[in-house]
């Protein structure tokens, strides 16, 4: 979200520094003309892309369809997040195969 590495906290990394996304995320995306996918990934990037997403990771995520084929949401892929995953197998089961296929789809 920032281009920039946050440095690390007492439970992980720090989270992405704000002026940072501010200001080049938008003019950057603004240039991105001919986008086909968009993978958004973990609640920083979910909360700057879909602010109208409430809720928690999980029941954000349960929501894939409602952005889908333009947009996935996922979380981190942290292996902080292990436990995420494993408690929820429809993720690997239903979001992983559907996105695999729009990068097949994009990438035509």
């Not at 990394?13 to 996304?21: H, I, K, V």
């Not at 109208?52 to 084929?69: F, M, V």
């Not at 690997?92 to 729009?102: C, N, T």
Request: net charge positive; glycine share 8%; aromatic share 10%.
């Amino acid at each position: 979200m920032g281009f920039c590495y946050p440095g690390t906290g007492k439970g992980g990394d720090l989270p992405p520094r704000r002026e940072c996304a501010d200001a080049w995320r938008a003019p950057l995306l603004a240039q991105l003309t001919d986008v086909k996918l968009t993978v958004i990934l973990g609640r920083y990037a979910i909360a700057w892309h879909l602010p109208q997403e409430k809720g928690s990771l999980a029941e954000i995520i349960a929501r894939w369809r409602d952005h889908a084929p333009e947009r996935f949401i996922a979380p981190h892929p942290s292996p902080r997040n292990q436990r995420w995953f494993k408690n929820h197998p429809w993720f690997e089961g239903e979001v992983i195969p559907a996105l695999q296929e729009q990068v097949r789809q994009a990438l035509r």
